[in-house]
T-cell receptor, first 114, second 114 residues
């Protein structure tokens, strides 16, 4: 299957700082990528759809100014958590689709804000 | 609205016994159905999908799932469980057509005892 790589796998940052998470499709081009957030022992919540060359589409209730998404190339989407606070601590996962209908996921990023 | 239900938070099974993880869905139109597995602090791995055709679909690691339109179910099965199958399993649905979003169930923790 297609490979999606996410970096970093885990990050600890101080309150008030910003953190960037990268999502790369390694062996295919992805015009669309998706960003999810997962709380402990809970399901994945879609945050936004990242579209190459255009603005991301955010789900209701997700602050677009706090979670900045940039999809500047067909193989890279980034999620920047701005002015992070402890409540932003979570597991963030990206996904992309190859030629088929199934999505392939990155390995996730564990963000801890202290 | 699309939705997915996984009625069991946890399924316990002894190694070597058959396992079933339940999933029901609600979607308008023809559903695209998926199963994913997640190991601790990792992203999701694709197991199998149903788009059309044979109601019994086979996937990775010996897993299979049966699509039942009348019961709107897509239960995940495996004839003989392994301890290494212990993980969190997610059922997901996407409506056919241009809709790209995946809707996930709440997840079922599978625990296989040796």
């Amino acid at each position: 299957g297609a490979v999606v790589s996410q970096h970093p796998s885990w990050v600890i940052c101080k309150s008030g700082t910003s953190v960037k998470i990268e999502c790369r499709s390694l062996d295919f081009q992805a015009t669309t990528m998706f960003w999810y957030r997962q709380f402990p022992k809970q399901s994945l919540m879609l945050m936004a759809t990242s579209n190459e060359g255009s603005k991301a589409t955010y789900e209701q209730g997700v602050e677009k100014d706090k979670f900045l998404i940039n999809h500047a190339s067909l193989t890279l989407s980034t999620l920047t958590v701005t002015s992070a606070h402890p409540e932003d601590s979570s597991f963030y996962i990206c996904s992309a689709r190859f030629s088929g209908v199934e999505a392939f996921f990155g390995q996730g990023t564990r963000l801890t804000v202290v | 609205a699309q939705s997915v239900a996984q009625p069991e938070d946890q399924v316990n099974v002894a190694e070597g016994n058959p396992l079933t993880v339940k999933c029901t869905y609600s979607v308008s139109g023809n559903p695209y159905l998926f199963w994913y597995v997640q190991y601790p602090n990792r992203g999701l791995q694709f197991l199998l999908k149903y788009i059309t055709g044979d109601n019994l679909v086979k996937g990775s690691y010996g897993f299979e799932a049966e699509f039942n339109k009348s019961q709107t179910s897509f239960h995940l099965k495996k004839p003989s469980a392994l301890v290494s199958d212990s993980a969190l399993y997610f059922c997901a649905v996407r409506a056919g057509g241009a809709t790209n979003k995946l809707i996930f169930g709440t997840g079922t923790l599978l625990a296989v005892q040796p």
